[in-house]
Nanobody, 119 residues
Framework: QVQLVESGGGLVQAGGSLRLSCAAS????????MAWYRQGPEKQRELVAV???????RYADSVKGRFTISRDNARNSVHLQTNSLKSEDSAVYFC?????????????WGQGTQVTVSS
C-alpha cells in the first residue's frame, strides 16, 4: 500500500509564501512523475506543476515565475515553493505521483492541504 501525505498548507497574506511538501511511503520500488494539482471553490482540479524523475519541470502559466517544484528521490518526496501568493491561488493543493509498487505502476493522490491567501 502506498500513501502520499502532504503538509505545509495554511493561511497567508497576499504576497506571502508557503512551502508545501509531500512524502510517499509504503512498498515503493521507484517514483516516476510527481505533481501538484489544486482545486479552488467551485472549480475543476487543475495541474499546477509536474516534475519528472530526472528533474524536468513544467508549470501552469498562472504560476510560472512564482512557484518552484522540486523533489528528493532518496526520500520519495516533492515540494512546492509558492511565492508572491495571490487570492486566486487559494485552493486545496493535492500531491500526485506515479509509483511503481509490487510490480505495478499506479497513480496515487494525497488527501490535500488547504492554502488560503487573504487579500
Amino acid at each position: 500500500q502506498v500513501q502520499l501525505v502532504e503538509s505545509g498548507g495554511g493561511l497567508v497574506q497576499a504576497g506571502g509564501s508557503l512551502r508545501l511538501s509531500c512524502a510517499a511511503s509504503g512498498s515503493i520500488g521507484y517514483v516516476n512523475n510527481m505533481a501538484w494539482y489544486r482545486q479552488g471553490p467551485e472549480k475543476q482540479r487543475e495541474l499546477v506543476a509536474v516534475i519528472g524523475r530526472g528533474g524536468t519541470t513544467r508549470y501552469a502559466d498562472s504560476v510560472k515565475g512564482r512557484f518552484t517544484i522540486s523533489r528528493d528521490n532518496a526520500r520519495n518526496s516533492v515540494h512546492l515553493q509558492t511565492n508572491s501568493l495571490k487570492s486566486e491561488d487559494s485552493a486545496v493543493y493535492f500531491c500526485n505521483a506515479d509509483v511503481y509498487s509490487n510490480g505495478v505502476l499506479r497513480n496515487y493522490w494525497g488527501q490535500g492541504t488547504q492554502v488560503t491567501v487573504s487579500s
